[in-house]
Nanobody, 124 residues
Framework: QVQLVESGGGLVQAGGSLRLSCAAS????????MAWFRQAPGKEREFVAR????????YYADSVKGRFTISRDNAKNTVYLQMNSLKPEETAVYYC?????????????????WGQGTQVTVSS
């Protein structure tokens, strides 16, 4: 059983930056692909970014390409999401998720473990 704990959320002005972290425990971190999702009030959870087990491959939602960067440190059992040029419409709870599967996917239902989420609020 893997436990995921996100941190780093907060209030930021439009155009600002935040770095989210997700610390994993209870499993072998390097055997999981990791991803970030977000969910705004009244909306479905949406894919933001994914990183492969060794960090060699990354995938992004079109809406965040060029502004967000996902990375991981397997020695620290942690995945990060660097978010730049934030927009008010990106206000949401951000979740990290772990995937045991071998097929790259953006579908939330395919992920096995989830953190509790961290709130990101972007003011205009």
């Amino acid at each position: 059983q893997v436990q995921l704990v996100e941190s780093g959320g907060g209030l930021v002005q439009a155009g600002g930056s935040l770095r989210l972290s997700c610390a994993a425990s209870g499993g072998t971190f390097s055997t999981y692909a990791m991803a970030w999702f977000r969910q705004a009030p009244g909306k479905e959870r949406e894919f933001v970014a994914r990183i492969s087990r060794n960090g060699g491959s990354t995938y992004y939602a079109d809406s965040v390409k060029g502004r967000f960067t996902i990375s991981r440190d397997n020695a620290k059992n942690t995945v990060y999401l660097q978010m730049n040029s934030l927009k008010p419409e990106e206000t949401a709870v951000y979740y990290c998720a772990a995937d045991r599967g071998i097929v790259t996917t953006r579908a939330a239902e395919r992920y096995d473990y989830w953190g509790q989420g961290t709130q990101v609020t972007v003011s205009s």
